[in-house]
């Protein structure tokens, strides 16, 4: 079965502090991994999203990369701010099975002013 | 563009009633999706569309429809509510799969 794995499921840090979240999934043969951004009671913001052929991704203070090979993916987040508070979920467009993407249970984000 | 749009935000339902979900989005995608996001569960795909008149099962399809007969419209129809069906519901768009996905705020449903 196709999964996604995030761990931890929270992490608190403070204000400041550079952190790497991680993503890991089961079968490498994918079209493409996206990091998404989920306020409580909102909807998804889509951050970041990295094709196959690509081993990274940025977006102002956030860097993602992705290791096939190994079935990998972290997000890194610079300088982090209050305002980073947030689930963070990371997706998965495999190649085989359904044509969709499949998510990770999230990573709750608390950076502490 | 308004993005994509659910209606309603919040609804509480008896079992056994009956609802539709709406979904529209602006942006002449193709490829339209409905998810369920539980606590601790991640989000589960209901069903999704590749285009009007196309439509398929996602992880968690039972006690759910839908139709795609425009390219604006992907509504989810639950048939006979059941209090496992209490849930946030969330509609997603995009181009094409392989592109970045647009979800829409999200419909909270109560089933007593």
């Known amino acids: 079965k196709q999964e996604v794995t995030q761990i931890p499921a929270a992490l608190s840090v403070p204000e400041g502090e550079n952190l790497v979240l991680n993503c890991s999934f089961t079968?490498?043969?994918?079209?493409?991994l996206q990091w998404f951004r989920q306020d409580p009671g909102k909807g998804l913001t889509s951050l970041l999203l990295?094709?196959?052929?690509?081993r990274e991704q940025t977006s102002g203070r956030l860097n993602a990369s992705l290791d096939k090979s190994s079935g990998r993916s972290t997000l890194y987040i610079a300088a982090s701010q209050p305002g980073d508070s947030a689930t963070y979920l990371c997706?998965?467009?495999?190649?085989?099975?359904?044509?969709?993407?499949?998510f990770g249970s999230g990573t709750r984000l608390q950076v502490q002013p | 563009n308004a993005g994509v749009t659910q209606t309603p935000k919040f609804q509480v339902l008896k079992t056994g009633q009956s609802m539709t979900l709406q979904c529209a989005q602006d942006?002449?995608?193709?490829?339209m999706s409905w998810y369920r996001q539980d606590p601790g569960m991640g989000l589960r795909l209901i069903h999704y569309?590749?285009?009007?008149?196309?439509?398929d099962q996602g992880e968690v399809p039972n006690g759910y429809n839908v139709s795609r007969s425009t390219t604006e419209d992907f509504p989810l129809r639950l048939l006979s509510a059941a209090p496992s069906q209490t849930s946030v519901y969330f509609c997603?768009?995009?181009?094409?799969?392989?592109?970045?996905?647009?979800f829409g705020p999200g419909t909270r449903l109560l089933v007593l």
């Open positions: 997603a768009s995009s181009p094409l799969l392989q592109e970045t996905q647009y």
């Open positions: 079968d490498s043969a994918i079209y493409n």
């Open positions: 990295i094709q196959s052929s690509q």
């Open positions: 997706a998965v467009y495999f190649h085989t099975g359904r044509r969709a993407l499949t």
């Open positions: 942006m002449n995608h193709e490829y």
């Open positions: 569309s590749v285009g009007a008149g196309i439509t």
